[in-house]
């Protein structure tokens, strides 16, 4: 494979390419290969773009290809949610990338539109709040990852945004509404600045309620506590870029040309006695251990925190802390008054249809707890 050093907006990322094609993009033959119909689900979206771009221009071709990225998140909340549907988060993500290999080919795009397609086929233009919610709830999933050791690879996070995404519960005199969007496992669109740029507006107006992120943990269901602001996983994202980061060299990651700055821990806001009394079929823990580059240890309160310097978060030093850590440190800086914090799932292994069900459907009730909490 040929090495480049690849340039998004204002971010650089070391990433293996062929031709301009990502790591992401060159895994499609495998996944339709191992995964079948879960690869392709949504292949007769993009063959309608693919026959109509012989008689379009390329930048026709480039301003369509965000109409079919939305319409692409469209699609898998609907299929996902209607009634005879097997539920299945994959197809979304590996629709995503054969869209981006398909205006690539087709056209010469540029960094703005990637960067507008990316946003519409992960909901990001499809939140829509009813005036009537008395509580409005943003969620966040993530794609599958680390599908170099298993192609197949589903994550619940990402499942249940596709679920719960415009779901509306009346419960005595509320009304719960959710909203949801899926982020990308990659170092390059967080220091991009991608979950401070979203967010920002629902924080910044106060108008959502909580904003929960969710993302596939360990053996329990885990609200983490204290997110760092350092990473320290060794672990690659989906384009197998290593930081350098590791437990001994924990970094402070980039917003745009800058290191993100903030408390070496913060703690979350989310009504975590309401979330914790939902203790079916997995438990749900108010985890607290933390690892500072003393020791690691179970925290007290975010007094015990001051004067540390950070190595892992409640929730580890990975993309899952991290989007925890930017949430919550943002939210900080607005003087926001939305409850936030971090989610983590019990795993799966590759793709378990019941358990992933059940992880959902604990997701939903967890949250519809906090809500009327609130």
Known sequence: ????????????????????????????????????????????????????????????????????????????????QSEDSSPDDRSLYWARLKLSKLIKQKAKVNSDILWEMERGSRGQNDINFSDKATKKIL????????????????????LAALMLDGKTYHIDDELIQIESVIFPVRFADFDHGEVERFLEPYLSSNNVDMLVTISMGRDDFDLERFPALRRSAKAPDNLNVFTGADSKNPLIPMIGNQKLIGNEFVEFSLPVKA????????????????????????????????????VAGSGGGFLSNEISYRSINLANQLNSKVAVGHLHTPRVKGFHLEKELQIVQQIQKIIIAGALSL
């Not at 689900?41 to 369509?64: G, H, Q, V």
């Not at 298993?150 to 996070?157: H, R, T």
């Not at 079916?280 to 925290?299: C, E, I």
């Open 1 to 80: 494979m040929i090495k480049e050093i690849i340039l998004i907006s204002s971010v650089f990322i070391q990433t293996s390419t062929i031709g301009n094609l990502t790591i992401e993009e060159q895994r499609i033959p495998l996944a339709e290969e191992k995964l079948g119909q879960a690869a392709k689900e949504y292949d007769f979206i993009l063959n309608t773009l693919t026959k109509a771009a012989p008689k379009l221009s390329k930048e026709s071709i480039s301003r369509l290809s965000i109409s079919y990225a939305n319409n692409l998140w469209l699609n898998a909340v609907a299929d996902i």
């Open 139 to 158: 969620i966040t999933g993530f794609d599958p990852f680390f599908l170099d050791k298993n192609i197949g690879q589903s994550n619940p996070s990402g």
């Open 275 to 310: 979330m914790t009394k939902i203790q079916s079929p997995y438990l749900v823990n108010d985890r607290t251990t933390v690892t500072t580059t003393k020791k690691t240890f179970d925290a007290d309160s975010i007094k015990q925190l001051l004067d540390t310097t950070s």
